[in-house]
């Protein structure tokens, strides 16, 4: 049997902090599995908050200067976690954070230098994991389905819930598919930092407040939500269209929350629906918004007859993403694809990411 110990690393949209799981992957008759022997979270502090969500009008020399700094902000992280867990990773893979994604353009950007976290761990690292995919005429995103494949293959659906809401499945010709669905945490957590929170908190903002039919209506309209999949969101288009579009009802903050997840889980609906589920298969919800009862119970009602949504247990809801990129950075060492064109209609599978640092043997 094939053991293999990675360290994941995944900073999302959603600011909450850095995600850091170390994983045991095992490889036996074909077959991967996965064990979370540890896993925790370094909440950003305000400065790195604003400095991060103020670095996509910043400068070129502010944007390289960050990249630099946030990389040895996650070496600090790793060194703590370490220490904290004992455990010896023989890899990491760091996603990093995302400041630009523009496939249509032809980039995507994460900051966190591989090369400075190998620099400064002493340990391998792969990292970019989207680049080469945009390079091939893909969305570079999502990245996670083929560890949804490989890893969750128990759940016809897999949700996640971050700052923006996506999913995979296998369509009726057994075709791996998915693609983002809609914003999620990167509109509610703002909209609750009105309110002075860091988020809300079991959806008690948005269940306090009163869907407004004509919003609802008027949201479905994005031309983003018209197109097949493979199609992926970024922080840009939240903010020059959803976000602006919200803003123009004058809408007690409630009212926008509890018609913004009604929206949410009609668009998860939808993207089910269209993918053919027939109430007998099984949903896995993960990430920050499998935390939100209010958004849980209106996906639950819209989904009863096509899918059963299951939400796991509250490590693998907060850290399946990172669980994930650290398989995906094992895949990359191995020399082994682990981004699916089928998904992000690139033009060929690819093995995705940059490595540093030392080489791994990985035996024949």
């Known amino acids: 049997m094939e053991k293999y110990n990675v360290l994941g690393i995944m900073s999302g949209t959603s600011l909450d902090g850095l995600d850091l799981a170390f994983c045991r992957f095992e490889k036996e008759d074909g077959k991967w599995k996965y064990i979370v022997e540890a896993a925790d979270v370094f909440e950003y502090t305000e400065e790195w908050k604003k400095r991060l969500e103020g670095l996509f009008h910043a400068s070129a020399l502010e944007l390289a200067q960050t990249d630099a700094d946030f990389a040895k902000f996650t070496a600090i992280c790793v060194h703590d976690f370490i220490k904290k867990y004992q455990v010896s990773p023989i890899l990491i893979s760091s996603h990093g954070h995302t400041i630009f994604h523009q496939p249509e353009n032809g980039f995507t950007t994460q900051i966190g230098s591989g090369a400075i976290i190998s620099a400064h761990t002493g340990l391998p690292v792969v990292s970019d994991l989207r680049s080469v995919d945009v390079a091939l005429g893909g969305q570079g995103a999502p990245l996670v389905p083929i560890g949804d494949a490989l890893l969750f293959g128990g759940y016809e659906y897999c949700l996640n819930l971050g700052g923006i809401a996506n999913i995979s499945y296998d369509n009726r010709a057994g075709n791996r598919m998915a693609g983002d669905i809609c914003p999620i945490n990167l509109v509610l957590n703002l909209l609750a930092q009105k309110k002075g929170l860091k988020y809300d908190e079991g959806g008690a903002i948005g269940k306090s407040g009163q869907r407004n ?63 053919g589920g027939n109430g007998r298969e099984k949903m896995l919800v993960t990430g920050g918004g499998a935390f939100n009862s209010f958004l849980i119970d209106l996906i639950r009602e819209k989904c009863q007859d096509s899918v059963e949504v299951v939400v796991p247990d509250k490590l693998t809801v907060a850290y399946k993403e990172a669980v994930i990129f650290a398989f995906l950075g094992l895949l990359r060492a191995m020399n082994l694809n682990n981004c699916l064109s089928s998904v992000t209609g690139a033009f060929t599978d690819s093995i995705g990411g940059a490595l540093y640092g030392k080489s791994i043997s990985f035996g024949d």
């Open 213 to 275: 039919d004509i919003l609802l209506h008027d949201l479905k309209n994005f031309e983003f939500y018209q197109k097949p999949f493979p199609k992926s969101l970024g922080r840009e288009w939240v903010e020059s269209h959803f976000l602006k579009k919200l803003f123009s009802y004058k809408l007690p903050l409630e009212d926008l929350v509890a018609t913004c997840c009604h929206h949410f889980a009609e668009m998860i609906f939808e993207t089910v629906k269209a993918g």
